[in-house]
């Protein structure tokens, strides 16, 4: 992988690997083309384990293919696309998922539920030792004003990415409970690095451009998490036994307010930082108009949606003091460092490319 100036390689495991040692595994990844998936098979190579891919069959896979990952095409929807990719596996990584797309319900249902339970199903067939299954922070709800546990309920806005990733993640807790679905559910922060084309980078056009406003007092919490640590916590969970039947809040418990986050962004590309503040009731009103113009013109996307105005307009904070206790995971990247970091890949033009695919690309549908 090119390295670019003024970009380290963190090492997710530099701890891990003196504590734990590793273990060669034959690994499966769905959503592997996509900007987490691609972090996570370079960790994985790096300590020795083998890595395959399931891909659609018109996805670009020769990044993967230059880096001896062996590739699978297949689609989580259909499960008997499911067997051969299976075979022989020791650990799934479950990362495909819909998001980042203006789609019905029905398409996001079909990626983030039914593809789910394909997946979890085959795996139990194949005789997989552990499963990985990437949730969202999103499940729980957004603005709660506190740092957010495990054991808090799933209580979903009502919009199709969140409501369906809830959905699919209710379902591995049922499928670890009746079936033994020898699984671990992570719950992610908001993920962001260099090659993050999805969170990092459409935030940083806007501010490039001028267009960011700044969603009401800018004081509120983001829930950011750098790509590397949600790696670090990804193979925790993959390895530690008291892992199995667990879910986990993967994130940053040192978060970045809104305005902070922007200005940094600012600063590292040495332009003006974001100055207009929009109420964020009025933000949030104007973004359901929005949605509801798109849904009547049958227009691609709205201008601004409800999931955009709360993610970054609320106050959204989770506890991993769980998965410090029961993993040993603490972030390693603080996030201004990480906003160094990805401003440094973003301002190379030659190097966008590498986060085509983003975070969690759907093996199921082409959905970022």
């Known amino acids: 992988?090119?390295?670019?100036?003024?970009?380290?390689?963190?090492?997710?495991?530099?701890?891990?690997?003196?504590?734990?040692?590793?273990?060669?595994?034959?690994?499966?990844?769905?959503?592997?083309?996509?900007?987490?998936?691609?972090?996570?098979?370079k960790a994985l190579q790096e300590r020795g384990d083998?890595?395959?891919?399931?891909?659609?069959?018109?996805?670009?896979?020769?990044?993967?293919?230059?880096?001896?990952?062996?590739?699978?095409?297949?689609?989580?929807?259909?499960?008997?696309?499911?067997t051969v990719p299976m075979r022989g596996v020791d650990t799934v990584f479950h990362l495909a998922g819909m998001m980042g797309l203006w789609r019905s319900m029905q398409d996001?249902?079909?990626?983030?539920?039914?593809?789910?339970?394909?997946?979890?199903?085959?795996?139990?067939?194949?005789?997989?030792?552990?499963?990985?299954?990437?949730?969202?922070?999103?499940?729980?709800?957004?603005?709660?004003?506190?740092?957010?546990?495990?054991?808090?309920?799933?209580?979903?806005l009502d919009e199709p990415y969140t409501i369906t990733k809830a959905e699919g993640d209710r379902l591995v807790q049922r499928m670890i409970a009746e079936e033994h679905l020898p699984?671990?559910?992570?719950?992610?922060?908001?993920?962001?690095?260099?090659?993050?084309r999805l969170?990092?980078?459409?935030?940083?056009?806007?501010?490039?451009?001028?267009?960011?406003?700044?969603?009401?007092?800018?004081?509120n919490a983001l829930p950011l998490v750098y790509v590397t640590d949600v790696v670090q916590g990804l193979l925790r969970c993959a390895e530690l036994e008291r892992a199995v039947g667990q879910a986990y809040n993967i994130s940053n418990d040192q978060p970045l307010t809104q305005e902070e986050f922007l200005c940094a962004i600012a600063q590292e590309l040495d332009i003006a930082p974001p100055r207009l503040h929009?109420?964020?009731?009025?933000?949030?009103?104007?973004?359901?108009?929005?949605?509801?113009?798109?849904?009547?013109?049958?227009?691609q996307e709205p201008l601004v949606t409800r999931h955009g105005i709360t993610l970054f307009g609320a106050d959204n904070r989770h506890s991993i003091d769980k998965?410090?206790?029961?993993?040993?995971y603490a972030p390693q990247v603080p996030l201004r460092e990480g906003v160094r970091l990805a401003a440094t890949?973003?301002?190379?033009?030659?190097?966008?490319?590498?986060?085509?695919?983003?975070?969690?690309?759907?093996?199921?549908?082409?959905?970022?």
């Open 1 to 41: 992988m090119k390295v670019l100036p003024g970009i380290e390689q963190h090492d997710p495991l530099r701890i891990y690997k003196a504590k734990e040692g590793t273990i060669d595994m034959e690994i499966l990844i769905t959503g592997g083309n996509g900007f987490l998936g691609r972090n996570l098979i």
């Open 278 to 299: 929009i109420p964020y009731h009025a933000a949030y009103a104007l973004a359901s108009i929005a949605e509801r113009a798109a849904k009547i013109m049958r227009s």
């Open 199 to 219: 969170n990092f980078g459409r935030t940083t056009d806007r501010i490039s451009a001028g267009k960011n406003p700044i969603i009401g007092s800018g004081r």
């Open 345 to 368: 890949w973003y301002q190379h033009q030659d190097s966008r490319a590498l986060g085509n695919a983003s975070v969690g690309a759907p093996q199921a549908a082409k959905a970022k």
């Open 108 to 156: 996001y249902y079909a990626v983030n539920v039914t593809g789910t339970e394909n997946v979890c199903q085959a795996a139990l067939t194949a005789g997989a030792r552990r499963l990985i299954h990437v949730s969202s922070w999103t499940v729980y709800g957004m603005n709660l004003g506190r740092p957010v546990t495990e054991d808090d309920p799933l209580e979903p």
């Open 50 to 82: 083998s890595a395959r891919v399931l891909a659609l069959s018109t996805e670009d896979t020769a990044w993967l293919e230059e880096c001896g990952v062996a590739v699978y095409r297949g689609d989580i929807r259909e499960s008997n696309m499911l």
């Open 183 to 196: 699984a671990t559910i992570v719950r992610p922060g908001t993920i962001f690095g260099p090659g993050d």
């Open 323 to 328: 998965a410090r206790r029961d993993l040993g």
